[in-house]
């Protein structure tokens, strides 16, 4: 094992690579931008699971899904349902992502299977210019 392992390219520099080599196959492609490592017995083997994750991270597709979770192990979905005791639930997630503070307060307007918020004191936010 005296050849050492090369820096796997990341961001611009791998999204170039990636283009300049488009004709060769992917195997090639990861090893030649890096992403390969040394067996015990010294054999290559091409890392194609961290390649794929790096390019995605270069075009701005984040896979961490830690940075997605709310801090309690769950992740954000933009679905919700309807409790037994009849309410509906809008997790702090999504007012953290609004910017809302506790007392704020909202108009409900009921609609045919929808229902509308609006902020109390936003401005630019009729229902009547939306239907």
Do not use: W
Not at 23 to 40: E, H, T, V
Not at 51 to 58: E, G, P, S, T, W
Not at 65 to 90: C, L, M, W, Y
């Amino acid at each position: 094992m005296s050849a050492e392992t090369p820096t796997p390219l990341v961001g611009k520099p791998l999204l170039q690579k990636v283009k300049e080599l488009s004709d060769i196959p992917r195997r090639q492609r990861a090893k030649a931008c890096g992403y390969y490592s040394l067996g015990k017995n010294g054999k290559e083997r091409v890392n194609l699971t961290e390649f794929y994750d790096a390019v995605l991270a270069a075009k701005g597709v984040p896979l961490d899904p830690e940075r997605t979770k709310d801090g309690r192990g769950r992740e954000a979905t933009f679905r919700v349902s309807v409790h037994r005791n009849g309410q509906i639930v809008i997790g702090s997630s999504y007012t953290q992502k609004m910017g809302l503070l506790p007392g704020d307060e909202f108009e409900i307007k009921l609609g045919y299977k929808h229902i509308h918020l609006r902020q109390v004191g936003e401005e630019g936010n009729d229902f009547d210019d939306e239907e």
